[in-house]
């Protein structure tokens, strides 16, 4: 008996273990519908806008320096040839004394010095401008919400979010004025100020040490975007390319003389090509300098960095407009 009840509980295992497993409810599960793409905003359309006025601006430029190289070098060989002469020629060409190769040694180390400080200067600024603009923007925000604490539904409320856009309008996104106009605002007609006296009563209120933060944010985001180049640098910049590409024609038209017109038409291709990669670095250090209206310059980020300042704004507005009353005023101390 024992043997046939451990056979029957092993029996009763086996069949257990062999047993098919549940079946699963499989559940309809509402299908997801693709995600509308969000049509293109104004900062997008200014940030396409200035990515493609920036490459007409430094590829048509290029292009046409190099064109004009390609079909003026012959002429210019031809034409020097006959004011110096083929012997004065041959005499630069095989350049004896290393006189034209000094020159041009030390014209080209005083371009790629002078450029390649130009253009890491004006990176860093750049980087300088974008660290200030996005540590101003938090502090606005946060100056925004903090704001909303102490003043919603008071009668200063709406005041204090009028001189809040004003600041935005007139002080943030004004890239187009110089900093040094725009450090020189009066305290009377300064937006921030007329928050503080808005927000405080006998004594500075809790907002003061915001917008004192936010006054020592714009104060370096000012200072950043001050430009520290002036146009005369880039006058010295462009002298130095013409010339270090003026004693290429005086060689060529000295080698001619020996090698056929052959080459001088390959070296006609090399001094297009070099003129117009020589106006394009020009251009780019050019554009890295503009303070705005180029792809490198920080209004397009900013437009994005301000939209949603904006929109909250807007939206506590709204919100005033909607509110069926306000608070009596605080009492006064």
């Known amino acids: 008996m024992p043997r046939r009840r451990l056979a029957l509980a092993l029996l009763l295992q086996a069949a257990a273990a062999f047993r098919p497993p549940p079946t699963r409810l499989k559940l309809a599960l509402p299908r997801r519908h693709a995600t509308a793409i969000a049509p293109p905003s104004d900062a997008d359309k200014l940030a396409r806008d200035r990515l493609i ?3 007409v601006v430094l590829l048509v430029p290029s292009l046409a320096v190099g064109a004009i190289s390609l079909v003026a070098f012959p002429a210019l060989c031809r034409g020097m040839r006959s004011a110096f002469g083929v ?3 041959a005499v630069l060409s095989g350049d004896q004394g290393q006189f034209i190769q000094n020159f041009l040694s030390v014209i080209g180390i005083l371009f790629s010095l002078l450029i390649g400080n130009t253009y890491a200067f004006c990176y860093n600024q750049q ?13 606005a925000k946060a100056l925004l919400e903090q704001a909303t604490l102490v003043c919603q539904g008071r009668p200063s409320y709406a005041g204090v979010l009028d001189d809040v856009q004003r600041y935005v309008d007139r002080d943030l996104k004004r890239a187009d004025l110089s900093p040094a106009v725009l450090l020189s605002t009066r305290p009377r007609d300064d937006p921030l100020e ?16 915001t917008v004192r933060w936010l006054r020592r944010a714009r104060g370096e985001r000012l200072g950043a975007m001050q430009r520290k180049l002036p146009p005369l640098h880039f006058a010295l910049l462009f ?5 270090e590409v003026c004693a290429f024609p005086l060689l060529s038209a000295g080698a ?12 006609a291709a090399m001094f297009a090509l070099m003129t117009a990669a020589l106006t394009l670095t020009l251009g780019v250090v050019v554009q890295l300098w503009r303070p705005r209206g180029s792809a490198y310059s920080v209004d397009a980020a900013l437009a994005v960095m301000v939209e949603g300042l904006e929109d ?22």
């Open 256 to 267: 001619a003389t020996t090698v056929g017109a052959g080459a001088l038409r390959v070296e």
């Open 87 to 89: 012997a004065t020629l």
């Open 194 to 209: 007329a928050i503080m006296w808005q927000t405080s009563v006998g004594t500075p209120g809790a907002i003061y040490d």
């Open 312 to 333: 909250e704004l807007s939206a506590r507005r709204a919100a005033i407009r909607s509110s069926p009353a306000d608070l009596p005023p605080a009492p006064k101390v």
């Open 53 to 55: 006025k920036t490459s």
């Open 239 to 243: 002298l130095l390319g013409i010339l």
């Open 127 to 139: 980087v300088m401008v974008y660290m200030a603009l996005f540590e101003e923007v938090s502090v």
